[in-house]
């Protein structure tokens, strides 16, 4: 099937689909991939095509070049801004991250150099990170006088721990891939040229299991991340349920049973 990118009229990214995986690459590396509203505009639509393709079971998002994965908000544009601007771009940029982390399927960051500001934020909205050893990572905002806008406040401390979110967010320091990883951020380092493959090699792991199984694995997760564990538990067993009512679930133990490799089809 053809990549819908020309239908989608993407001018700041690369859209493409091989397979069951999209390959969604952020395209300006003569800025280090900044993040201007049109940018976000056309993640927005990459996503939104990505989620309803039913051919397709995971993403890798990256960026173009050997710089930057996006290097935060395009200081230009955002230097104009209202505040009433603001507010709005701030809430349109946090959908998006919701749209990445919510999106039922697997989606890889694959972090190639800068991911700071707005960068690290969509890194963190992903499934996981893959980390190339020259990545670098930050929320340098309070550098230019404002904060983190696109949910950064939020999901660093869900992921590394309020200690060193605080250090991070209140020093606009830029930590190294080592570290990044040391503190829980991301989930693997590798040398660049072996990026996207790494990317691949887990998204085919993950595609190899049954859809409905991992759509609602991401949601317990994430759902649950916000509640009580009692709640969570609560959720995860009504989740279970639904699978366990599929067919894929009647294919995966037949499978188990006959040892062979099950074909899995998403109902």
């Known amino acids: 099937m053809d990549s819908p990118a020309t239908a ?3 001018k700041n990214l690369l859209y493409e689909k091989r397979g069951p995986i999209a390959y969604v690459t952020i395209n300006r590396p003569k800025v280090l ?5 049109e940018t976000i505009v056309e993640l927005k639509e990459a996503f939104e095509d990505a989620r309803d393709d039913s051919t397709l079971r995971g ?3 990256t960026g173009a070049g050997e710089k930057a994965f996006a290097a935060g908000a395009d200081i230009s544009e955002l230097a104009s801004k ?3 601007e603001a507010e709005e771009d701030t809430r349109f940029g946090q959908g998006v991250t919701n749209l990445i982390e919510n999106l039922g399927k697997p989606v890889a960051a694959a972090i190639n150099g800068f991911a700071l500001g707005g960068g690290c934020e969509l890194a963190m909205a992903c499934s996981f990170r893959i980390a190339s050893d020259s990545a670098k990572f930050g929320q340098p905002e309070v550098r230019i006088g404002v904060m983190p806008g696109y949910g950064g406040t939020q999901r660093l401390p869900r992921l590394v721990g309020k200690g060193r979110a605080m250090q991070i967010v209140l020093s606009g320091e830029i930590i190294g891939a080592q570290e990044a990883y040391r503190i829980g951020l991301v989930n693997e380092v590798v040398p660049g040229e072996k990026l996207i493959a790494r ?11 049954a859809p409905l199984g991992v759509k609602f694995s991401i949601e317990a997760v994430n759902r649950g991340a916000e509640t009580s564990l009692a709640e969570g538990l609560a959720l995860e067993a009504s989740l279970f349920a639904l699978c366990v009512g599929t ?3 009647k294919e995966g133990t037949s499978a188990f049973l006959e040892k062979r490799a099950p074909q899995f089809h998403g109902r």
Not at 33 to 37: C, K, P, Q, S, V
Not at 199 to 209: G, H, P
């Open 59 to 61: 993403v890798i998002f």
């Open 82 to 84: 209202t505040a009433v």
């Open 33 to 37: 991939n900044a993040l201007n509203r």
């Open 247 to 249: 067919e894929d679930k």
């Open 8 to 10: 989608l009229q993407l």
């Open 199 to 209: 990317a691949e090699e887990i998204l085919i792991r993950i595609i190899s299991n």
